[in-house]
T-cell receptor
Framework: SQQGEEDPQALSIQEGENATMNCSYK?????LQWYRQNSGRGLVHLIL?????REKHSGRLRVTLDTSKKSSSLLITASRAADTASYFC????????????FGKGTLLTVNP | EPEVTQTPSHQVTQMGQEVILRCVPI?????FYWYRQILGQKVEFLVS????????KSEIFDDQFSVERPDGSNFTLKIRSTKLEDSAMYFC??????????FGSGTRLTVV
């Protein structure tokens, strides 16, 4: 798999349910970030977790990072129809330029 | 909250024409980037810019592409002779000292 590979590719749930998306990567990282993209729109930064952190919360979002398994998960609790979007993880592998490597994303559909 | 502003939001151009995509970065950010996303694919790194020069570029960023900050504020991406395969969403992004990225809302480039 490629750096920043998410699964599942698509997830459909009912409003009020929790949504979990996973991301795996191959190289060592400085930090990992999650982004949201509504169809055809811009990227919205959701949360950043550093390599020395294991879990982070922001509102209804919970991100975990397991550097030994090179994986991360994004949990959205009590989902709403407005959460329908594509979610991408992106890894920052450090270096002097801090460029991001994105995964292919998970398309989340929350049905009302 | 500070924003990265991109113009135009949508540009249609004929193959072989030159296009300039514009970005107004967040004023106190030091690192600037261009990424692109071909429809249905992952977001890909094109180029990073720091201290008024290119700090890294990807294989995609060939001689047809160039970037500059012509007036010290705007950050532009120029494609000299567009090809059909250049059709994509182009995102400008800036990064602060704490690794926080802010993406613009993108320019959708359609080459016909």
């Amino acid at each position: 798999s490629q750096q920043g590979e998410e699964d599942p590719q698509a997830l459909s749930i009912q409003e009020g349910e929790n949504a979990t998306m996973n991301c795996s990567y191959k190289t060592s990282i400085n930090n990992l970030q999650w982004y949201r993209q509504n169809s055809g729109r811009g990227l919205v930064h959701l949360i950043l977790i550093r390599s020395n952190e294991r879990e982070k919360h922001s509102g209804r979002l919970r991100v975990t990072l397991d550097t030994s398994k090179k994986s991360s998960s994004l949990l959205i609790t009590a989902s709403r129809a407005a959460d329908t979007a594509s979610y991408f993880c992106a890894t920052d592998s450090g270096g002097s330029n801090y460029k991001l490597t994105f995964g292919k994303g998970t398309l989340l559909t929350v049905n009302p | 909250e500070p924003e990265v502003t991109q113009t135009p939001s949508h540009q249609v151009t004929q193959m072989g024409q030159e296009v300039i995509l514009r970005c107004v970065p967040i004023s106190n950010h030091l690192y600037f980037y261009w990424y692109r996303q071909i429809l249905g694919q992952k977001v890909e790194f094109l180029v990073s810019f720091y201290n008024n020069e290119i700090s890294e570029k990807s294989e995609i960023f060939d001689d047809q592409f160039s970037v500059e900050r012509p007036d010290g504020s705007n950050f532009t991406l120029k494609i000299r002779s567009t090809k059909l395969e250049d059709s994509a969403m182009y995102f400008c992004a800036t990064r602060d000292r704490n690794y926080g990225y802010t993406f613009g809302s993108g320019t959708r480039l359609t080459v016909v």
